[in-house]
Each structure stands twice: as structure tokens, then as C-alpha cells.
């Protein structure tokens, strides 16, 4: 059993709609030889972007993180690398990729928060 629910908290600070994308390939050595990438779309039905603060900005080692990080709080599981689509309420759309990955279980069972950088500040994006 955890010792907290924080389910009702993340509801409060939901906004929009994430989409994750899951990018993974394979060499096909029976068939052409040639590399096969599979993209898988997860859609999240309960989750919180919220900004970084000042603290976690200050004492992030090697300026990894800016003013455009944010901070996703889910209840699935994902690895680095992979992207996430945040359709905001005014269908604004941001784009980013996860850094780094924290396990909140001990606390609220199956609680992940992920470090996102934004990729479409500067153009890149690599997810679609």
C-alpha cells in the first residue's frame, strides 16, 4: 500500500491532452536487410506538466534544463528518449523529449515524474 494518493492532486493541475510516442526499430535480416522503425502512440489519461523551479534550474550540473523543461507526472511507465505531445486547452501544441526519469512508487504506487526539454523551441523535433 502507498502512502499517498496523489491522483486527485495531478487531476487538479491536468491541462490538455499528452501524447507520448515510443520509437523503436529493428534491422530486418530475413527480409531487405534494411532498418524497420516501429512508432507506438500513448495517449495519458491522467497526468501534470508543470515548470521546473528555480531550485531544480540552479542546481541542474551542466545546464541541461531551461525555462522551456518542464516536469511530467504520470502513472506509466516510459524510457528516455521517447517524445511527448502536450495539446494545450487553446490547441497550442509543445513538443518534448524525456531527459531524465524519476520513480515516485515509494510514495504513490506506479508515480513517475519525467524531466522534459522541449524539442520545437529550436526547431528540432524528431517525433512526428
Known sequence: MSLFNFKSLINKYMTGRVLVIH?????????DGRYKETKTEIPLDLFAIVPLTRDELRFDAGGTYNHDSRK???????????YVINTMDNG??????????????????????YYLER??????????
Request: proline share 0%.
Open 72 to 82: 511530467l507526472y504520470c502513472y506509466k511507465h516510459f524510457n528516455k528518449g521517447d
Open 92 to 113: 497550442d501544441i509543445r513538443r518534448y523529449r524525456i531527459l531524465n526519469i524519476d520513480d515516485y512508487s515509494d510514495f504513490d504506487e506506479g508515480l513517475v515524474m
Open 119 to 128: 524539442t520545437d523551441a529550436d526547431g528540432e523535433c524528431e517525433a512526428d
Open 23 to 31: 520509437k523503436d526499430g529493428y534491422y530486418d535480416v530475413e527480409g
